[in-house]
């Protein structure tokens, strides 16, 4: 391991970047990553040095961010120098690299390391070792901008060489992640998902967001090994914005849908899948059994995959059409053709064959769904032309690169129109975050604010939501002084014009007052 990193950065830095809690550096406080979770509380940060840790950790329950200093600088050299290897294990039976299973949320946050070795954990759960990388169980978590690589789960009914989600009790968010070449090999009966697994996620708490998974493998010595990228099972969650590459399984070589129970509606919008490969069906995508009365998939760019059959989109025997119901593939192009509203089939002539932007005179440009609601974000810069990687104007680009993320960015929110009164006060934490240049802030105001000294009602009076930098300097004004009906908000803030760093927004409602931070990196 190295030593604690440096720099000089004002102790006003740190007094308002932590101000909710303490900050642990590993290895200068403590000398382990798990010693310094053990030693923290709600609220805390532990700050983890450039080096190679041989840890396995627990998060406990608490409601804590573990990061590398990415999170400070937003130098990702520090994603690639801060590793938690989870290949020692003290346990053999619990190998994977980082655990979220006591309850933990989304204030349960890992941010920025890469995370590689691990081997998963075994559970009495169909019998089977799950997680290789990460595991969330009856839990909730947030994971940002982490490299989750070369996680392995050989067993006889494997589960997730990435990350492995089952029935979660709160938001998973999943999101800015590099999630490749993990594996998941059977070696006797069914195994799900070389990347990802979602199982039971019946409230819609997932969202699989703004990734690259790639190389990853989901196979084994059982014709039932499904979702070499991504593995849905019984599950509500949203998958969008995401690059899937080069992903190998039997079935759904880049996603596989299980639903045996009735349970699964997920919604699979703005997604590159490409160049994955299954032996059996459904290169890009497979609807593996079940009933699925409504099957979502938008806006995507379904091309190059290969199967032994139906290589792009295969649906099995009964998910075509389910009485009045059909699998709803729209505004896609998919290699090959799909019925559907909006669909194409026209080569999607990608600038490059890494990231896969789309060419300026791609015919996925400005083909997605033409609802206002699916739009590009607007360039600050130049309004009303998409900011880049999206292109042409601001309807909907097919593919990873197109849309709102703004539609799909909580698991759990709802929608202000017609949502009821809230029960109580709150400020969201925004996002994205971190954020480049614009973020969404959401709040929601419970009971009528009269003014000022005002009889009856609130005695507070008016809305006020503000932002400030570091130094405590305000910069911006997003509500002022307004007074507003009981319902959800939520603003919009585009920080163009403000340099990187950290910083906090305010809402005054009433006697009600609360601060978030939030970071931007331009």
Not at 292 to 315: C, H, R, Y
């Amino acid at each position: 391991m190295t030593g604690v990193q440096t720099c000089a950065l004002p102790i006003f830095f740190y007094t308002n970047l932590f101000a909710q809690g303490e900050i642990i550096n590993v290895p200068a406080d403590q000398p382990t990553i798990q010693s310094a979770i053990n030693a923290s509380v709600d609220g805390d940060t532990v700050l983890v040095a450039d080096g190679l840790y041989y840890e396995n950790i627990n998060y406990k329950g608490k409601a804590i961010t573990v990061a590398s200093w990415f999170l400070i600088d937003g130098d990702e050299t520090h994603i690639d120098s801060t590793i938690i290897d989870g290949s020692q294990p003290t346990n053999p039976e619990r190998g994977s690299v980082v655990s979220f299973d006591s309850g933990e949320d989304t204030t349960s946050v890992l941010y920025g390391f890469t995370i590689t070795g691990g081997t998963g954990t075994y559970s009495t759960w169909r019998n089977t070792r799950a997680a290789g990388g990460i595991g969330v169980a009856y839990s909730g978590a947030k994971i940002l901008f982490n490299k989750i690589v070369h996680n392995t789960v050989i067993y006889e009914h494997p589960f997730a060489g990435g990350i492995a989600i089952r029935y979660p009790t709160h938001p998973i968010l999943i999101l800015n992640n590099y999630i490749a070449y993990n594996k998941a090999w059977s070696t006797l009966y069914s195994n799900l998902g070389g990347g990802i697994v979602i199982a039971y996620d019946t409230e819609q708490y997932v969202l699989i967001a703004e990734n690259i998974i790639a190389n990853n493998i989901g196979f084994g010595n059982n014709e039932g090994c499904g979702g070499g990228g991504i593995s849905v099972w019984n599950s509500n969650s949203v998958i969008r914005n995401n690059l899937i590459k080069n992903n190998k399984a039997q079935r759904g070589g880049g996603i596989d849908i299980a639903d045996g129970e009735n349970l699964a509606h997920p919604t699979i919008i703005n997604n590159t899948i490409i160049n994955n490969v299954a032996t059996d069906f459904g290169g890009g995508v497979m609807g593996d059994y079940g009933i699925i009365p409504e099957f979502p998939l938008k806006n995507n760019i379904v091309w190059g995959n290969t199967a032994t059959d139906d290589p792009q989109i295969s649906m099995g025997q009964s998910w075509d059409v389910i009485g009045d119901y059909e699998v709803l593939v729209e505004y896609s192009n998919v290699e090959g053709g799909y019925s559907g509203i909006g669909n194409i089939d026209q080569d999607p002539l990608f600038a490059d064959t890494v990231d896969y932007y789309l060419s300026s005179n791609s015919p996925c440009v400005d083909a997605g769904n033409p609802d206002s609601h699916y739009n590009d974000v607007d360039d600050p810069n130049n309004p009303g032309y998409p900011l880049f990687p999206a292109l042409g104007e601001l309807r909907n680009d097919m593919g990873c690169y197109g849309g709102n993320p703004g539609m799909y960015s909580d698991p759990t929110a709802v929608d202000p129109e017609n949502s009821s009164v809230p029960q109580m006060f709150a400020l969201k934490q925004n996002y994205p975050n971190p954020f480049n240049p614009s973020t969404t802030i959401k709040y929601s105001i419970p009971t009528p604010l009269n003014p000022p000294f005002a009889k009856g009602g609130n005695t507070g009076g008016f809305v006020s939501l503000k932002v400030y930098d570091i130094l405590g300097r305000e910069v911006s004004t997003l509500v002022n002084k307004q007074q507003q009906q009981p319902r959800n908000y939520e603003v919009n803030w585009n920080a163009s014009n403000q340099p990187s760093g950290v910083y906090f927004y305010k809402l005054t409602a009433g006697s009600f007052t609360q601060t978030k931070k939030m970071i931007l990196l331009q």
